[in-house]
């Protein structure tokens, strides 16, 4: 079955491209023109993912965004957006978007990028699995490093016995540098385990993230947990 994008976007044109492309793609496409459309469609046939833009009359993007998570809506977003600045970006991550594209955007790159979202949401399919091969071992429950505890299973996360509120991208750049705890990470891997995707070193995707992360992470009489190597990466641990 093809996996269903409600795409959200009230420039005509644009819409009207990018429904063709996601089709021709090999997406089923529900396309609406603002917010209130794409909440109420959300609601009757809910999406494998949703493709908002930040910017649309009435109810902005941001704002489905923040009614669907507050609803316990898990269902991965992506924001076109034609703001650059930082803050802006982090408004959507604050918003509970997991990633977004920034207008003019490469149709390629929108691709990847819902590649990679819906790869993360994909229940694992056991029944393709060769009959004599044994199961695996269920992980260890919780993973811990630097003063931060993880479950996995459950997507909950600690620092010491404060629970944090991630975003699920949040969620898996934390659970990646604590299963690498003390290790550099390049960025070309952290986008590739994280997006699937690298896209190339004038991207502040990665640097966006990270920087919201360690809002959540720090504390004002603790240490710094994710330390920027600079030309290379980041690193986990608790100097």
């Not at 396309?31 to 209130?36: M, R």
């Not at 393709?128 to 993880?150: C, D, H, Q, T």
């Not at 459950?154 to 949040?170: I, Q, V």
Request: include cysteine; glycine fraction near 8%.
């Amino acid at each position: 079955m093809p996996n269903t994008v409600l795409l959200a976007e009230d420039d005509r044109a644009i819409r009207n491209a990018l429904e063709r492309a996601l089709t021709l793609e090999g997406y089923r496409v529900m396309a609406v023109a603002d917010g209130v459309e794409a909440l109420a469609q959300a609601h009757r046939n809910r999406p494998d993912v949703l493709v908002l833009d930040v910017m649309m009359p009435g109810i902005d993007g941001l704002q489905v965004c923040r009614v669907l998570r507050a609803e316990g809506d898990r269902t991965p977003v992506l924001m076109l957006t034609a703001l650059v600045e930082t803050a802006d970006r982090i408004a959507g991550l604050d918003a509970g978007a997991d990633d977004y594209v920034v207008k003019p955007f490469d149709v390629e790159e929108v691709f990847a990028r819902l590649r990679a979202l819906l790869r993360r949401t994909s229940p694992v399919n056991t029944e393709s699995a060769p009959a004599a091969e044994a199961p695996r071992p269920l992980p260890e429950r919780f993973i811990e490093a630097a003063g931060i505890r993880m479950d996995p299973q459950a997507r909950r996360a600690w620092r010491g016995a404060r629970e944090l509120e991630l975003t699920r991208t949040e969620f898996e750049l934390l659970e990646l540098l604590v299963r690498n705890a003390g290790i550099v990470l390049d960025h070309s891997t952290i986008y590739d385990r994280i997006w699937g995707y690298d896209f190339g070193p004038g991207s502040k995707n990665l640097a966006v993230y990270v920087g919201y992360l360690r809002r959540k992470l720090d504390e004002p009489d603790g240490p710094q947990l994710i330390h920027t190597v600079r030309g290379v990466g980041y690193v986990l641990r608790e100097d």
